[in-house]
Structure formats: C-alpha cells, structure tokens
T-cell receptor
Framework: DAMVIQNPRYQVTQFGKPVTLSCSQT?????MYWYQQKSSQAPKLLFH???????NEADTPDNFQSRRPNTSFCFLDIRSPGLGDAAMYLC?????????????FGPGTRLLVL | GQNIDQPTEMTATEGAIVQINCTYQ??????LFWYQQHAGEAPTFLSY????GLEEKGRFSSFLSRSKGYSYLLLKELQMKDSASYLC???????????FGAGTTVTVRA
C-alpha cells in the first residue's frame, strides 16, 4: 500500500544533542511537510518542500532544519533540542495541482528531550 | 493568519449522534478539511468541502456554509472506536498549505 512512513516512532535525545527524524513516502507526491504537534494543540507547520524548493514558515526557529535528497525522503534536523521541542513530529505529503490536494500523514515521531 | 475555532471536548453515548462545529475567519477561503486523529497517531482524512451544503459518507457527514464561515462534522451511530480528536483545517485560494484548528476530543461512552 502507498503510504507515508516515519522513523523512528519514538525518539529520546538529550538536551542540546542533535537529532534527525526521517520520513519517506511511496505516494510519489511533489510536496512534503513537517509539522510539530504538542498535546491538545493544532499541528503547526514548520516547513515544506515543493519538489526541491524549500519553504520555511516565518516563525520556525533556526534550530530546525530540513533536507529532501530525493522525491521519496525528507529529514527533519533539530540542531540543539531544548525541553520545549518535545512534541509529536508529523510528516505529510500532497500532490499539488491535483485538484483536491489532500494531505496524507505519517504515523509521527514522538520526541522526548531529557 | 486564520482564526479557526472548535470546541475542546465533547462526550456522547454509543449509538448517539454528535455534531462538531468549526468556525473560521479568513480571506480567500478555498475549502475545508476534516481529519480524525486517534491518540498518539497521525491524522487521517475524513472529508473535504468546497461548496456549500452537506456531503455524506456513511456514518460521517460534513457541512459547509461559506457565507457564515462555518462547518460541522456529524457523526452518527457512534461507536467506541470513534473516540478521537477531530481536526478541521482550512485551505486558502492559491495556496496548498493547511491551517488547522486545535481539534475537538470526542469521547464515546457505553
């Protein structure tokens, strides 16, 4: 089945220690998104790639970076995680210019910062 | 940004009906999505409304009034597995990004 895959499902890191979260998709969609979601809050868009073009949200901290080496994979790098970065990180994809452009989400990576 | 409001929590009995309202204030509205999110899991797509009116999909229906900036998700014949958070999300014209509400947590009781 076509899907969005995120690894790992749970990630524990130490305060200030860089961490990378990964996302892959078999949908061949042209846009990949990274969201941060804290408990009982709306998913907050951090950035997205339209093909190879990176689009950062204005309020995304510099501590968060992303890479998309090819259509299938996208990575979220947190350079120096703080306690406030503990959250669920959701990857999503969509095929822009397809009409409805529904976003499809991966299962998420829950990040814990010690 | 867009102001998207939904109730925080709702509780209903198995077999009953629940209506989750979503209001939004935005310019350049294009369409509204509803997603279901079980605890600790990813949001899954339920419906997408662009035009005014009611769209029915089995036990779930979604309604949109563009002039009132209002949508609702109607869940009928509630089952225990329907206990989840329900997120509404707005899409603007000439934009493919979504702005999400904080979600409504629905608890279904026996």
């Amino acid at each position: 089945d076509a899907m969005v895959i995120q690894n790992p499902r749970y990630q524990v890191t130490q305060f200030g220690k860089p961490v990378t979260l990964s996302c892959s998709q078999t949908l061949n969609h042209n846009v990949m998104y990274w969201y941060q979601q804290k408990s009982s809050q709306a998913p907050k868009l951090l950035f997205h790639y339209y093909d190879k073009d990176f689009n950062n949200e204005a309020d995304t901290p510099d501590n968060f970076q992303s890479r998309r080496p090819n259509t299938s994979f996208c990575f979220l790098d947190i350079r120096s995680p703080g306690l406030g970065d503990a959250a669920m990180y959701l990857c999503a994809t969509s095929e822009v210019d397809s009409g409805q452009e529904t976003q499809y989400f991966g299962p998420g990576t829950r990040l814990l910062v010690l | 940004g867009q102001n998207i409001d939904q109730p925080t929590e709702m509780t209903a009995t198995e077999g009953a009906i629940v209506q989750i309202n979503c209001t939004y204030q935005t310019s350049g509205f294009n369409g509204l999505f509803w997603y279901q999110q079980h605890a600790g899991e990813a949001p899954t797509f339920l419906s997408y409304n662009v035009l005014d009116g009611l769209e029915e999909k089995g036990r779930f229906s979604s309604f949109l009034s563009r002039s009132k900036g209002y949508s609702y998700l109607l869940l009928k014949e509630l089952q225990m597995k329907d206990s989840a958070s329900y997120l509404c999300a707005v899409r603007l014209i000439n934009d493919y990004k979504l702005s999400f509400g904080a979600g409504t947590t629905v608890t279904v009781r026996a």
